[in-house]
């Protein structure tokens, strides 16, 4: 076990990767020479070259079809979004083509491709660089969507999706990078999709929660653990597969449930899994399942405005203290 | 404007055979293909390449076939033909069988043959474009001389992530070459209604990628310059732009009936005398390398092989319901049920 951050624990895996397999390579805007806008690609260039961290110009469209017909082949590219807002360039690319090739082909081809970069907002970034649109992807069938909330399953996560053979969506809160957790590394070590965590256990409310949320969950229920209630906090880690089990496990306990999500709250993946719950824990369930979700605006610039969109502790307690 | 066509008479009677089998493979093939949309075997879009039968012939004929990499556009029936995959299974995908390439997850627009790196197949206009580029990479990467041929036509010629590939195609020194199949239509929209510049070779000018304007209607000129630009890339390892004049005889899909909307009957009747494969006969006619009647008597036996090979992809069943959850993802299925 080693204490890093949550960006080194990226790191550590890239390169672990990338020196077991020469066919892993990394590409993307600003990734090498400039070491990366987030620092998660630092010292990589030096290390490997050109030919392998390769920095690409500013046209997400063309360098992300490119890095999926190199995975037609068999290669094994990592494409880091400059921010995840910027993937929305790459929609085509990545929905019709990425998406569906498997599908397509009857099997001929896969996509080996890790799309990976910062989603949601960061400090006073603004509209157009703070999208949290995980839930976009995780719409998609043929996508993996993952979102690691702690640097250990950020490692074990991020191997998982560069030896995966479907294309997967690996979501970065930029305000994660600089967290730091316990991490077990080696060659062995992988946290495998479609399993969510429980990051806290509890009895009178579940907390269903993914990337950074799952920090504002356990602090808030921290906070309500001195008033005697008691939150179960389920990371649910992989958006796609996702693991209903756990998150209905957890809501047959407590009876009672709200989702957490940084994502605009009107059709973000919070939604789709309080239908779930809604759809399969009806009887268990003492109240309505709770949503705290992003605000319905575009994320302004000015710090108070910012952080009034993205939900926080206090959101959640309030929350909370309806349903119970 | 295009070179002056003209008849290459190096070729040995033997290769002039084969060129006049593999177009009128392909247009009895495609000829057929018409016939299943109408009759309502096949369904959805399907594009044919009657009249632009030189463009496959000519390339394909030029390359490594399960070696090099080869990519283009929905109207994706001609060059898998000549690979070599299976015309049962090509009939059958477009016809939704469960013995087509894709067990008919694909269709028409959607053919792949990965065994010899026939890469498809796609529906979203000058969206492939990165995808051939994406091959010629990894040929880069792993330091093999595959060239890769992505087709694109006249009307992709103007999308944005086009030009964005060719950035990286020449930044890249990606061994590509890109074929614009000009067939002086995108969809029912004319070429001078849809490019500021007609001229659309010069799609590669700036990033200073070599390219040139060809005649596509003769398949003989057609394979010169194939085998010249092919064995250019794969020496120079660098990208080219081919744009190579043609001509659809068909409408745009099988559904284009109104194609007299967007042009005349005399403008097809005066193309339709451009046809590549009358061109042909005309030549081995005119010198005497091959007679009316071996000619009338291949022509035959290559209708009577589509006749056979369309009645056994016929005989196909459509796939189980359950297969729809099949190779959605390479180790799991999706959630199931409505």
């Known amino acids: 076990m080693q204490e890093m951050t949550y960006r080194d624990a990226l790191r550590q895996c890239i390169i672990e990767e990338m020196d077991a397999d020469p066919e892993v390579f990394v590409m993307g805007e600003d990734i090498g020479r400039y070491q990366g806008t987030f620092r998660v690609t630092q010292g990589l260039f030096e290390k490997y070259g050109g030919d392998r961290i390769i920095d690409t110009p500013i046209v997400e469209p063309g360098f992300t079809g490119i890095a999926i017909g190199a995975a037609m082949t068999g290669l094994r590219p990592i494409v880091e979004m400059m921010t995840m807002s910027f993937s929305i360039l790459a929609l085509d690319q990545i929905i019709n083509h990425a998406a569906k090739i498997h599908y397509m082909t009857g099997g001929q081809a896969s996509v080996p491709l890790v799309v990976r970069g910062p989603g949601g907002a960061a400090n006073q970034l603004s509209a157009q660089h703070s999208h949290s649109i995980e839930g976009w992807y995780a719409h998609v069938p043929g996508l993996k969507v993952v979102a690691p909330a702690t640097a250990e399953d950020a490692y074990g996560m991020l191997r998982t999706a560069i030896r995966d053979n479907n294309p997967v969506i690996f979501t970065e809160n930029p305000g994660l990078y600089s967290i730091k957790g316990e991490v077990n590394i080696g060659e062995g070590v992988s946290v495998l999709f479609g399993k969510a965590r429980i990051a806290r256990e509890g009895t009178d409310i579940t907390l269903v929660a993914y990337s950074r949320m799952v920090h504002v969950s356990l602090a808030a229920a921290e906070k309500l653990a001195e008033e005697g209630i008691s939150c179960e906090v389920v990371d649910v880690r992989s958006l796609l597969p996702l693991d209903t089990e756990t998150i209905f496990n957890s809501v047959r306990k407590t009876h009672r449930a709200a989702v957490v999500y940084e994502d605009w709250k009107s059709g973000g993946f919070g939604s789709e899994i309080a239908s779930r719950i809604n759809e399969n824990c009806f009887d268990d369930l003492d109240a309505p399942v709770g949503r705290v979700g992003g605000l319905n605006v575009p994320m302004p610039y000015t710090r108070n405005l910012e952080l009034e969109c993205i939900p926080n502790d206090s959101d959640v307690i309030d929350a909370i203290r309806k349903l119970i | ?338």
């Open chain 2, 1 to 338: 404007m295009a070179k002056p066509a003209h008849i290459n008479k190096q070729e040995s009677p033997a290769n002039l055979e084969k060129y006049y089998r593999q177009m009128l493979e392909i247009r009895a093939f495609e000829t057929r293909c018409n016939q299943i949309y109408r009759s309502g075997k096949a369904g959805g879009y399907l594009h044919v390449y009657i009249g632009m039968e030189a463009l496959a012939v000519g390339w394909i004929n030029s390359i490594k076939v399960g070696y090099d990499y080869v990519i283009t556009a929905y109207r994706d029936h001609a060059q898998p033909l000549l690979m070599g995959s299976d015309p049962v299974k090509l009939f059958a995908e477009i016809m939704g069988r469960k013995d087509g390439y894709s067990q008919g997850k694909g269709g028409s627009m959607h053919i792949y043959d990965l065994e010899r790196n026939f890469f498809g197949g796609w529906g979203i206009v000058g969206g492939h474009t990165p995808l051939g580029a994406g091959l010629a990479f990894a040929a880069k990467y792993r330091k093999e001389d595959r060239v890769t041929i992505c087709y694109l036509g006249d009307g992709a010629s103007n999308a944005g992530v086009f030009f964005e590939t060719l950035n990286m195609a020449a930044l890249w020194n990606l061994p590509v070459i890109f074929i614009i199949e000009n067939n002086e239509f995108a969809m029912g929209t004319r070429l001078e209604y849809h490019a500021a510049d007609t001229e659309l070779y010069k799609r590669g000018l700036p990033f200073g990628i070599k390219s040139e304007r060809v005649d596509g209607m003769d398949v003989l000129q057609a394979k010169e310059d194939a085998q010249r630009i092919v064995d250019w890339v794969r020496t120079n390892q660098k990208p080219y732009i081919v744009e190579i004049m043609s001509y659809r005889f068909a409408g745009h899909g099988a559904a284009d009936n109104d194609r007299q909307l967007y042009r005349t009957r005399e403008e097809e009747i005066e193309n339709e005398k451009r046809d590549p494969i009358a061109r042909l006969e005309k030549f081995m006619k005119s010198n005497n390398i091959m007679t009316e009647e071996k000619m009338e008597a291949i022509r035959e036996e290559i209708e009577d092989w589509a006749d056979a090979k369309l009645e056994e992809a016929d005989k196909s069943p459509f796939p189980d319901v359950q297969d729809v959850y099949d190779h959605v993802y390479t180790d799991m299925e999706p959630e199931k049920g409505h």
